[in-house]
């Protein structure tokens, strides 16, 4: 993320956070291209998930434009609503091996009918509720 000072662990910081890379990333064009945001949205809630997937999408360069072009957010998110604004779906799945470690596994999600079936899974929805909410987000 950009170096901010600060880690959001609730839904307020997590805001001050989000508020505070989104500053940096238009007073300052082309100083943060790359912005890693783990779990930005802890504690938001569903009701304004749709408002923080725009925001993260405006802040990668994306429809209202709020970051140079080439900027990029990465943003672990458990929240549909977030999900549905990216761009490039990762799928991260953890498990375990014969011998007991724990492996993390990364699947990108290229197609549109993945994207959709992954935040269907996300919702505990149906594929055309996802379908919905990705067409939805990329209106915004």
Known sequence: ??????????????????????????LHPGTAPIMILDELDSGVGSRLGNSVGAMLR???????????????????????????????????????????????????????GERAEEVAAMMGMDVAHAEDMLHQASQI
């Open 58 to 112: 405006g802040m990668a360069g994306g429809a209202d434009g709020a970051a140079p072009r080439g900027s990029q957010v990465i943003c672990v998110t458990h929240l549909p609503q977030v999900a549905a604004h990216a761009a490039t779906h990762v799928r991260v799945a953890k498990g375990t091996e014969i011998e007991g470690r724990v492996t993390t596994r990364f699947q990108h999600l290229p197609s549109f």
């Open 1 to 26: 993320a950009v170096n901010s000072g600060h880690a959001a662990s609730n839904g307020s910081e997590a805001g001050a956070a989000a508020g505070g890379d989104a500053v940096v990333s238009q």
